[in-house]
């Protein structure tokens, strides 16, 4: 079998996979990291967003082996201890969520976002949530957390 | 998914070799398009090449009056490039709104037109501004390229390395987007380069097309009203959930106005 050496939130991480494994089967079955979701597995919800090296991808599109030797952020990585990331802290803060499902993947996409928008507007910011799909449709309360995370982010450099 | 063997060469060279003679294997650029396929069972290759370790098929250059695209250049790439976006702004704006945020940091342009999907973004550019598509055998114009649905001139081992576009003096893209993809449900390109016009519409048909009606009354006006009298016939063009043949015809003519007006 294929083994697959990546560094996941800061942590050397091998694993046996087979060609076909997906990143998000790697993340969530083999190195028990669940808060990375399946939504629709199509590639459209965001469900499963994660940055592979700083930038955001969906990991039901991409292959384990595709990922050998890349640096991987999943939500799990997010928070320095106990301290929420400022934009979990804003999803908080803002009620960024009902069912929750979507969140982290709405939290992965809003950090690249804030990332590369040190600004963003509410429309810049909807225009970005388009492969980040809330079957609840709660956008209202993920923009206006988002535009305030992206603040709290900008503020805290 | 069916299971396969993985490859991933580090040269164009290697990338060839691995797929001589294999007629299942696959090659995989971003992947945007092959891995949910293969999550389907639509596909069953014997070996997958990827190409995203191979460096020399990245990046943009200009080469004299045309701006070279390297196959595996991302569309995150392609619209942040101030190469790309100083010589052929419409590019640039194209490739800003290929799929989502997470597509364009993964999808290629070189793997998107080998795909030839009806309603991808990138065909109408290349067709619209006359680009030529350099392959590992040769060299293809833009009218020879895209054959049909989800088919081109590529041979079974021959690798696009690079599209090369021609800086037009004026050009646009306008698309519908359908609401949950993004892909184009019509999209059209509007360019005119050293006083020769082209329009390419994607979305609507079997592949991207020429609109040459559109091109000989904007060679004669580059004006949206030059458009008006234009109807576009619904006869072979696409109808699904999302749109009826008639409703893409009209959206022809919609697109193609709006387009010209962009351009300036």
Redesign the interface.
């Known amino acids: 079998m294929?083994s697959v050496t990546l560094t996941v939130n800061g942590k050397k991480a091998t694993a046996e996979v087979?060609?076909?494994t997906?990143l998000v089967q790697l993340l969530r079955e083999q190195l028990g990291l669940t808060g990375t979701h399946v939504g629709c597995?199509?590639?459209?919800c965001?469900a499963c967003?994660v940055h592979v090296d700083g930038?955001?991808?969906?990991s039901c599109?991409?292959?384990a082996?595709?990922a050998?030797g890349a640096n991987v952020l999943t939500i799990e990585g997010l928070a320095n201890g106990s301290e929420l990331h400022p934009m979990q802290a804003a999803f908080r803060e803002h009620h960024g969520l009902q069912c929750g499902f979507c969140t982290p993947g709405m939290v992965m996409?809003a950090v690249?976002?804030a990332h590369k928008n040190k600004n963003p507007t509410e429309h810049d910011i909807r225009e970005?949530l388009?492969?980040?799909i809330c079957r609840c449709t709660g956008y209202h309360n993920i923009v206006k957390a988002i535009k305030a995370g992206a603040e709290a982010m900008a503020g805290a450099r | 998914?069916?299971?396969?063997?993985?490859s991933?060469p580090k040269s164009v060279a290697d990338a060839v070799k691995a797929i001589a003679g294999d007629g299942d294997a696959k090659l995989v650029a971003g992947?945007?398009t092959l891995?949910?396929t293969?999550?389907q069972r639509l596909a069953k290759p014997s070996v997958?090449i990827?190409l995203?370790g191979i460096a020399e098929l990245k990046g943009v250059k200009r080469d004299g009056n045309a701006v070279v695209i390297g196959a595996m250049t991302k569309h995150?790439d392609v619209a942040n490039s101030s190469e790309v976006k100083s010589a052929i702004p419409a590019l640039a704006d194209l490739a800003s709104h290929i799929?989502?945020?997470?597509?364009r940091?993964?999808g290629t342009i070189g793997g998107s037109i080998s795909n030839n999907d009806p309603a991808a973004d990138y065909p109408s550019a290349v067709v619209a501004l006359n680009a030529t598509i350099t392959t590992t055998k040769r060299k293809i114009a833009a009218d020879d390229f895209f054959k049909s649905l989800f088919e081109t001139a590529l041979g079974a081992d021959e690798i696009v390395t690079s599209v090369s576009f021609p800086i037009p003096e004026k050009a646009a893209y306008m698309k519908f987007p359908n609401p949950?993809?993004?892909y184009a449900i019509v999209g059209v390109f509007v360019a005119k380069t050293g006083g020769n016009v082209r329009v390419a519409v994607t979305g609507a048909g079997p592949g991207a097309f020429r609109w040459k009606e559109a091109e000989a009354a904007l060679a004669k006006s580059w004006n949206p009203d030059a458009l008006k009298a234009l109807a576009v016939k619904p006869d072979g063009l696409n109808s699904d959930i999302h749109a009826s043949s008639e409703y893409r015809a009209h959206l022809i003519g919609v697109m193609a106005r709006r387009a010209v007006a962009k351009a300036g």
């Not at chain 1, 597995?41 to 459209?44: F, G, L």
């Not at chain 2, 998914?1 to 993985?6: A, G, I, T």
């Open positions: 294929p087979e060609n076909r997906l597995d199509t590639s459209q965001g967003v930038n955001s991808v969906k599109t991409l292959l082996v595709q050998e996409s690249d976002l970005w388009e492969g980040n | 998914m069916y299971n396969f063997d993985y991933r992947g945007m891995i949910p293969l999550k997958l990827d995203g995150i799929g989502d945020p997470a597509v940091n993964r949950a993809s993004r």
